[in-house]
C-alpha cells in the first residue's frame, strides 16, 4: 500500500483571503461596528500565526474605520512555545500607527501585569494578563489546528493558559492525550472556552496554517462558529485515516513563522507513530537546527527512550512534554532524522542521522507499504 497525503493548497493572494474574512465575519458584525470611539482594543496574538503581520496590518484599518486610535491599541503576545523570537508583527503598518500601537511580550511571572478575572464553575481563580482584563474589545488571532493536549487549538486558547500567571501555565502542562481524538472533551479546553466566556471574548480571527509561513485558510467571527467552520475545514483536509498500520511513514516539516523546533517534530513523529507499524520506519524530513531544549538534553543523557520517559515525568524540566513524545516514539519505530543538528547528537536522541537525501531515496526504495505525509506538523492521523 502506499498513500501519498497533501494538504489543501494554499491561498493564493493572503491579504485578498483576510481581508474577506474580515469583511465577512461568520455570526458577528465586522470589526468597524463592532468598535467605537475611545475603545481600548487587545489583540492577543498566537506567535505561530502564519502573515501575522498582514493581519494585523488589515485589522488595524478595520479597527481605524470605527474611529478607534492607534494609542489604544495593544497587541499582546506569550512567548513562542520553542521559545525563538517570532518578527514585530507591526512592520506592514505605516510608521504613524506603528509607533503608536503597542507591541507586548507577556511577562506570566510579572504579579504587576496579572489580573483577576472571575472563577470558574469548578471553584479555580481565573487569571489573565491585565491588559485583557482591563480592555473593551479583545479580539483573538491564532492558529487552528489539532493539539495534544487541547484537542484543538485556538480562539479562547490564544488567551488561557497562554496569557496567564506562571502557576496556570505550569498547570496546564502535560503529555497530552494519545487515547483521545481531538473531538473528545479535554479539561484544558474546557476551562479555556469558559475563560473565553467570562471574559465575555466575541470576536477571533483563525488561521489554518499552509506551507511554510503561508495560510490555508482564514476565518474570522464568533468564537464558537469559527471553531465550527475552522474544525470542519480541519477534519476535510488535515487528517489521514488508513484501514491498517503501515511499515514506513516518510514525514515532512515545515518552518512556521517561528522557525523549525522541537514542538514540530514531536507532533509530526507522534502522528506518524499512530499509523506506523511497532518496529517500524519513520523517515523525518526536517531543516531543524535548534539547539537542545533543557528536556531534550535530559532526554539525551539516558540509555534508553523507555528510561528518558521514566525521568522526564519525574523531573519534568521545561519542555518535558516534547520531549516525552520523543522519545516515545523512539521507543516504538526507528526513526530517521534528516536535519542540520551533528550526527552524534541525533543518535544520542535514540535516532538514525541521515546525511543526504541519497540515503532517503536508498529508504523509501524499500518494498515497504508506505505512507508520505506532506506538512506533517499538521496533520492529525487515525488507524481503524
Not at 523549525?260 to 524530513?285: F, K, P, T, Y
Request: charged content about 25%; overall charge negative; glycine content about 6%.
Amino acid at each position: 500500500m502506499h498513500l501519498h497525503f497533501l494538504p489543501r493548497p494554499d491561498v493564493g493572494d493572503v491579504a485578498s483571503a483576510i481581508r474577506d474574512a474580515l469583511a465577512n465575519p461568520i455570526d458577528f458584525p465586522t470589526v468597524q461596528k463592532a468598535c467605537v470611539p475611545g475603545d481600548k482594543v487587545l489583540i492577543a496574538l498566537d506567535p505561530e500565526t502564519p502573515r501575522a503581520d498582514a493581519i494585523i496590518a488589515i485589522l488595524w484599518k478595520e479597527l481605524s474605520k470605527s474611529g478607534v486610535l492607534p494609542e489604544d491599541v495593544t497587541i499582546l503576545q506569550a512567548a513562542a512555545r520553542s521559545g525563538l523570537e517570532v518578527n514585530d508583527p507591526r512592520v506592514l503598518l505605516a510608521p504613524d500607527p506603528r509607533s503608536k500601537i503597542e507591541w507586548v511580550r507577556h511577562d506570566p511571572q510579572s504579579e504587576e501585569d496579572i489580573a483577576y478575572l472571575a472563577s470558574s464553575t469548578g471553584g479555580q481563580r481565573i487569571y489573565l494578563a491585565s491588559r485583557i482584563v482591563h480592555s473593551d474589545f479583545v479580539i483573538a488571532v491564532g492558529v487552528a489546528g489539532f493539539d495534544p493536549l487541547m484537542g484543538f487549538r485556538g480562539e479562547s486558547g490564544v488567551l488561557y493558559p497562554a496569557l496567564s500567571n506562571s502557576e496556570a501555565i505550569e498547570q496546564a502542562v502535560g503529555q497530552g492525550h494519545d487515547e483521545l481524538t481531538p473531538q473528545d472533551q479535554r479539561p484544558l479546553r474546557q476551562l479555556a472556552d469558559e475563560v473565553g466566556w467570562l471574559l465575555g471574548m466575541q470576536f477571533v480571527v483563525s488561521v489554518i496554517p499552509g506551507h511554510g509561513d503561508a495560510i490555508q485558510a482564514v476565518f474570522a467571527g464568533a468564537s464558537d462558529a469559527v471553531a465550527r467552520t475552522a474544525r470542519k475545514e480541519l477534519f476535510e483536509t488535515c487528517v489521514v485515516e488508513l484501514d491498517q498500520r503501515v511499515e514506513m511513514v516518510l514525514i515532512a516539516i515545515e518552518s512556521g513563522p517561528a522557525g523549525q523546533d522541537w514542538d514540530q517534530v514531536a507532533e509530526a513523529v507522534n502522528s506518524a507513530r499512530r499509523i506506523v507499524d511497532r518496529e517500524g520506519r519513520i523517515v523525518v524530513l526536517t531543516q531543524l537546527d535548534q539547539k537542545l531544549t533543557e528536556a531534550i538534553e535530559v532526554m539525551r543523557q539516558a540509555r534508553t527512550p523507555e528510561e528518558a520517559v521514566q525521568v522526564l515525568e519525574s523531573n519534568r524540566p521545561k519542555g518535558y512534554q516534547t520531549a516525552i513524545q520523543l522519545a516515545k516514539v523512539a521507543d516504538w519505530a526507528n526513526v530517521y532524522l534528516r536535519s542540520e543538528l551533528p550526527s552524534h547528537v541525533v543518535e544520542e536522541l535514540f535516532m538514525i542521522p541521515l546525511e543526504s537525501d541519497e540515503e532517503v531515496q536508498k529508504l523509501i526504495q524499500s518494498d515497504d507499504s508506505i505512507a508520505v505525509i506532506e506538512s506533517a506538523q499538521k496533520v492529525f492521523t487515525i488507524c481503524q
